[in-house]
């Protein structure tokens, strides 16, 4: 069964400061997928960037750049320049490649900046 | 205009009653999700569709019951709620039903049962 745990609660970071956070999964598969979401304070779920298991390259996307480490089965998530509006509450999902299944989803981290 | 329609907003339901959710996604998609989103528990899935079939039902509980009139139409009855019911409940829909293929969400029913 899939598991996705993300330990921190809560970050508080400066504006245009790097805030990482973390997350571990668990998978019996040998191939697997995982997606990082932003939801905001409107409650707007919002699909942010995305890792391919069998890739060794860490996906980026604009300021949204990812730590994967795989024997470590852990997938960071690195928002680089941060602004005031990236603060939301972050979530690390996973998904086997078994076509039918959703997304498990982490509990999340609440991310928030302050000017 | 948004992609992912989800009607009503907000929903306020006594116990023992049935209520619809509707969604309704603009983005072409094949594959239609819904997911339910309750306090201090992670985002969970309840159902998977592609092209209108059920390919994966994850709920225990046999009072929902996901409908597909149109492809791009994926409502969600629930029977005889319960005071535990009350949560957010996401659509969310794929270009296809590939592992890889990233999930976008509606913005969401709360339900709340008295």
């Known amino acids: 069964a899939q598991k996705v745990t993300q330990t921190q609660t809560s970050i508080s970071v400066m504006e245009k400061t790097t805030v990482t956070m973390d997350c571990v999964y668990e998978?019996?598969?040998?191939?697997?997928?995982l997606f990082w979401y932003k939801q905001t304070a409107s409650g707007e779920i919002v699909f942010l960037i995305r890792q391919d298991s069998y890739k060794k390259e860490n996906a980026t996307v604009g300021h949204y750049s990812l730590n994967f480490q795989k024997p470590k089965s852990s997938i960071g998530l690195i928002i680089t320049a941060t602004q005031i509006e990236d603060s939301a509450v972050y979530f690390c999902?996973?998904?086997?490649?078994?076509?039918?299944?959703?997304?498990?989803f982490g509990l999340g981290t609440r991310v928030s900046v302050f000017p | 205009d948004p992609k992912i329609i989800q009607k009503p907003k907000y929903l306020v339901a006594v116990t023992g009653s049935e209520k619809i959710l509707i969604c309704e996604q603009y983005l072409g998609h094949n594959a239609m999700y819904w997911y339910r989103q309750s306090a201090k528990k992670p985002l969970e899935f309840m159902f998977s569709?592609?092209?209108?079939?059920?390919?994966d039902n994850q709920t225990a509980s046999s009072r929902f019951q996901p409908q597909s009139s149109k492809k791009n139409h994926l409502d969600l009855q629930i029977t005889a709620l319960k005071p535990d019911d009350s949560a957010t409940y996401f659509c969310a829909s794929s270009q296809d039903m590939g592992g890889r293929d990233e999930q976008y969400f509606g913005p969401g029913t709360r339900l709340t049962v008295l």
């Open positions: 998978t019996q598969d040998s191939s697997y997928f």
């Open positions: 999902a996973m998904r086997e490649n078994n076509y039918a299944q959703g997304l498990t």
């Open positions: 569709y592609s092209y209108q079939k059920l390919m």
